[in-house]
């Protein structure tokens, strides 16, 4: 172990709990602060009382009204109409009244398995835990639980349940160690001990979080009952639909009326969760030191950025079966590389930020200066990695990695293959090397319109590697000559595309009668008046976005013909080449080749699926608001099945192709990658999950493989002798 302290030299082997230079005095509680705190959570405490009341009150009104008006009943003439008025409020009251009673039913939501440490697998870490619950006069955890949260958190073991005691949980993100110093992790512990070190006010906060939390689910939390009777009122016999609608409307001005009370709630419980806060914050500035607290807060964020771009990472290796192994590892790897301008957002944003009066904590800004103001140096300065401080962090790590997939995010292990960090980094290079290639060679031109396919056999043909050369250097002087006007293009070639996604949309819609207005769909007024109705018109705006496309795509074939010769010829000049590296890059570009040669004679069905996709999900979004749902429902059956009968077609198309990239599966077709998805329950949802993962799984491959063969064949033009040096605007050009 190599540890060193901030200022001074530390002794090799010197164990991190001989660190610990004194002790810390409590943070002083003023008597205003707490008797602020318990006016908060007395008042939020009163909110509930508040809702039972409005209960109490619909509840009495439907009482009232049952006893008080029976004698609408009696008369000549109208029975119905005087049923209706008497019962119409008794039943709009009774849903009323079930809606307001359902929230205290709501089964709470379900966590997923904790990954649990226990003192013999990391006794030091658990010393360490004490020593810092020590400082800060705060309970000892009954529970460490590890997770793969930028995060730390210390809580009430089992809820309410926990208040009476010191049953508390501790719960470590992994990648906060992996990518804190243990000067850091020091701080951030006591900052979350410190929360318990007031005792009542730990348990005041607790109350104030679980009524906050409840009343937001009172407010928006929407289930199954509210979609109902949404439904029933507006598909019912319209005399029935005047009393849900009553009872829609008493249910909307109870909730608002709850959303007030809650809002001012809010107002006061946050001014007090930001005290606390920063109460929390001195016990971090005492431990750590004022001045590795601006340190902290920006490492915090550093690795929430780092954290998320892994996850990103698992989510597009995912496709392939492949996850990466150790989530913290590659958190911090990826918090390491961030580049210039993130970082530079990130410290303008901690500058310029400010506190909002419903914001649960301060701004980093506020913070900051804070800590800064206690000028405390600290009694924990050990500025060795906070790993150390776990006797097998890297098994640790991964073992709560899988935890994370398995539990959390509920994913299928089996058949899965879990590849180091290091490895995946190393991908993410030659990925992002890749896209960097592409942006030279297309500029803003999506790759998704356009048409790189090679002829396989062209490229393997032995007779073609004489004139390769030859080609080659057309193909580059006639690249350099037409990319720059080419690019130029990509912004109007992805308007158009867009827009006839738009209109196809407007389409489907107007089949469905739905009404809206044509200028949001890319439909021009001329195509309006052109036409007997919106269906029509959106038919001709899609006509002419697609003229408009075709007349772009004119404009972009010499180019797409030159950047074509340019990848063949440059596959043949490595093919005649005794260089290995050469042949190596050959070799892998080949099946990259016979992948987009397939993909390419079928990819005008993928595009329709493309087209129509956003049509499928405009009208699954407002067949709710439609008078016939049932109409909308048919509607939809007969587009998904006309895209999948598209899929079908690609997948077949795709047979026998090679999966060119690597994967859990060894041998893997490209028709077998494209077409793994699970089918629904009826077949308008399984064409809808296969359609789905067709266009989830086949355009990032495109992309994908058109970037990667134009990384290998700009590799070929650094490495090959005949190649490096070339200069075309030395050359004739076009």
């Known amino acids: 172990m190599n540890l060193r302290e901030s200022g001074e030299a530390t002794e090799i082997g010197r164990s991190p709990l001989d660190a610990f230079t004194g ?34 009150r619909a509840g009495y009104g439907v009482y009232w009204h049952a006893t008080e008006n029976f004698g609408v009943l009696h008369g000549r003439g109208g029975a119905l109409l005087r049923l209706a008025i ?49 400082l800060v006069r705060a309970p000892k955890p009954t529970r460490v639980d590890l997770d793969c949260q930028v995060n730390a958190s210390a809580s009430f073991r089992r ?36 929360h318990f070190a007031q005792g009542a006010g730990m348990r005041f906060t607790y109350l104030i979080r679980a009524v906050s939390f409840w009343f937001m689910r009172v407010v928006y939390e929407r289930d199954a009952w509210d979609a109902r009777l949404d439904f029933a009122a507006k598909n019912s016999d319209f005399r029935i639909m005047i009393v849900l609608n009553m009872a829609r409307a008493a249910v909307w001005s109870s909730r608002r009326i709850l959303w007030a009370l809650m809002m001012v709630g809010n107002a006061l419980s946050c001014f007090m969760l930001r005290q606390m806060e920063f109460d929390a914050d001195s016990y971090e500035a005492k431990v750590a030191g004022s001045e590795a607290f601006s340190h902290t807060a920006r490492r915090l964020r550093e690795l929430a950025a780092g954290r998320q771009k892994a996850i990103q990472d698992a989510q597009s290796a995912w496709n392939q079966k492949r996850l990466p192994e150790n989530l913290p590892a590659l958190a911090r790897i990826r918090a390491g590389a961030l580049d210039a301008e993130l970082r530079e957002r990130m410290d303008k944003e901690m500058a310029e930020a400010k506190t909002k009066t419903f914001d649960t904590h301060p701004c980093d800004a506020d913070r900051i200066r804070a800590a800064a103001a206690l000028s405390e140096p600290g009694v924990f300065r050990l500025e060795g990695p906070a790993s150390e401080l776990f006797r097998g962090f890297d098994d640790l790590s991964r073992n709560v990695t899988r935890h994370f997939y398995a539990h959390e995010c509920e994913l299928p292990l089996d058949g899965a293959r879990l590849v180091p960090p290091e490895q995946v980094d190393a991908e993410l290079a030659r990925q992002q090397r890749a896209q960097e290639s592409s942006r030279r060679w297309f500029g803003s031109i999506p790759v998704l319109q356009i048409s790189l396919q090679v002829s396989a056999q062209e490229i ?19 690249c350099d000559a037409l990319l720059p006007d080419a690019h130029r293009l ?36 001329d195509n309006v ?125 795709l047979r026998g192709v090679r999966y060119p990239f690597d994967h859990a599966r060894d041998e893997l077709s490209l028709a077998d990658y494209a077409s793994d998805f699970k089918p629904g329950g009826s077949a308008a949802e399984t064409h809808f999950n296969g359609a789905g993962s067709l266009l989830q799984r086949l355009m990032p491959f495109q992309e994908q493989s058109v970037s990667t063969l134009v990384r290998i064949v700009e590799a070929i033009e650094g490495a090959h002798p005949l190649a490096q040096g070339f200069d075309p605007s030395r050359e004739a050009t076009v």
């Open 23 to 56: 002790d810390i005095q409590p943070a002083a509680v003023s008597k205003a602060y707490q008797l602020g705190m318990l006016c908060v959570a007395t008042a939020m405490l009163l909110l509930p009382a508040i809702y039972a009341g409005l209960i109490l």
């Open 86 to 134: 008497y019962l119409g409020p008794i039943f709009a009251g009774a849903i009323l009244i079930l809606f307001m009673v359902k929230p205290f039913f709501a089964p709470r939501q379900k966590r997923a398995t904790p990954f649990t440490l226990t003192p013999d697998q990391e006794p030091e870490l658990f010393e360490f835990i004490g020593r810092i619950c020590a």
């Open 159 to 194: 809820g309410a349940l926990s208040l009476l005691g010191n049953d508390i949980v501790l719960t470590i993100g992994m990648p906060l160690v992996a990518g804190f110093s243990m000067r850091q992790f020091a701080g951030v512990l006591a900052h979350e001990f410190g």
């Open 460 to 478: 393997r043909d032995p007779g073609n590697i004489p004139n390769a050369l030859g080609r080659w250097r057309d193909a580059r002087r006639r």
């Open 490 to 525: 990509g912004e109007a070639v992805s308007t158009a595309h867009a827009a006839i996604r738009s209109a196809a949309a407007a389409e489907w819609l107007a089949r469905g009668r739905f009404t809206f207005e044509a200028k949001e769909f890319n439909i021009s007024s």
């Open 529 to 653: 008046l052109a036409s007997p109705d919106l269906e029509a018109a959106a038919i001709l705006a899609q006509k002419g976005h697609h003229e408009s496309l075709d007349r772009l795509a004119e404009n972009l074939a010499p180019a797409l013909q030159a950047m074509r010769s340019r990848i063949a010829s440059a596959l043949l000049l490595a093919a005649g080449s005794a260089e290995p590296g050469l042949a190596a890059l050959r070799q892998e570009a080949l099946p990259l080749c016979d992948a987009l040669e397939a993909l390419d004679a079928v990819w005008s069905r993928v595009l329709s699926i493309h087209e129509s996709w956003d049509a499928v999900l405009v009208l699954i979004q407002n067949q709710g608001n439609h008078s016939s749902p049932g109409e909308v429902a048919a509607l939809l059956e007969s587009l998904l099945a006309r895209l999948g009968e598209h899929r079908d077609a690609v997948i077949e198309g």
